[in-house]
């Protein structure tokens, strides 16, 4: 599901490059030549946020809109005709996972009583180590068939959330987090799918040019005004979903927003729980 916007941990950490020396270039320059091959998204139309529910046209007081960029979970299917982006949780597991992941325990943060550890705003996911490349090889094991299975569905690109956990919690280890997301990028790029940075406004320069990633979701930078970080970086590559309730605490309206320096051009307002057009409480805007 969707993540709440975390606030910057401020943008100078972005210049602090993980240590990895020439191994580190080197796995960035190869990222950069497999990016040649993706299609990126388009940066006009209608994008819409679909992680709660899938559905085939927005609902807007135009009536019901076709869309050209969504994004969905990657148990849905893609949208015929539209850029289709596929969520996978590559830093937390997925709600309704636990007993796959409790089964391999070494895979899963620990607290000082030896429990997983989880995301005090989301209870039913485990936090993910990937602190040692074995724990890495193990989470890929489970996780590089989900990005693999975006690809044979038809899906154009991938989302990896939660990259900012080790911005979060203090156990994981930031350069394993940052070798886990160019694990990602790798297995993306060879099943030929673009890959999204997913928030962690702080290493927008970082995740671009040394870890892969090829343009960026980002979710409230309006509201904790960190749009800029992403739009310097990743230019007009860029999906901005905000959310009517961080708007209201802000005291700023959506078209506020709209207006703001550095708002991508595909900019939605979607409900928090992210409901199928229809339902209860659905939220739909665009710039």
Not at 96 to 104: H, K, N, P, S, Y
Not at 109 to 115: H, I, M, S
Request: hydrophobic fraction near 45%; proline fraction near 5%.
């Amino acid at each position: 599901m969707a993540r709440m916007g975390h606030p910057s941990a401020g943008l100078a950490r972005a210049s602090v490059v993980v240590g990895a020396g020439v191994a580190l270039m080197l796995t960035a320059c190869a990222g950069e030549a497999d990016s040649e091959q993706v299609e990126l998204p388009p940066t006009e139309g209608v994008l819409d946020y679909q992680l709660g529910g899938a559905y085939d046209a927005v609902s807007s007081g135009a009536g019901e809109v076709a869309i050209d960029v969504v994004v969905r979970d990657a148990t849905a299917e893609p949208l015929e005709g539209a850029y289709s982006v596929c969520y996978v949780n590559g830093f937390q597991t997925q709600p309704g996972e636990a007993e796959q992941w409790l089964a391999t325990p070494e895979l899963l943060l620990r607290d000082q009583a030896g429990e997983p550890v989880v995301d005090p705003d989301w209870p039913d996911e485990f936090i993910l180590d990937p602190s040692t490349a074995a724990q890495r090889e193990g989470i890929l094991d489970l996780l590089s068939p989900v990005i693999a299975g975006c690809a044979e569905a038809g899906f154009d690109a991938v989302e990896i959330d939660n990259l900012d956990t080790w911005t979060r919690f203090g156990e994981v280890s930031e350069d394993g987090a940052h070798a886990l997301a160019r694990a990602y990028v790798e297995v993306a790029h060879e099943h030929g799918l673009a890959i999204a940075q997913k928030n962690a406004a702080e290493v927008t320069q970082v995740a671009q040019e040394h870890l892969g990633f090829d343009f960026a979701v980002a979710e409230e930078c309006g509201v904790w005004g960190e749009c800029a970080a992403y739009s310097d970086v990743y230019g007009e590559y860029v999906l901005q979903v905000e959310y009517p309730d961080a708007l209201d605490e802000a005291g700023l309206t959506f078209a506020e927003v709209c207006a703001m320096p550095g708002t991508a051009p595909l900019t939605v307002l979607r409900d928090r729980d992210l409901v199928a057009a229809g339902e209860p409480g659905y939220v739909y805007e665009s710039c």
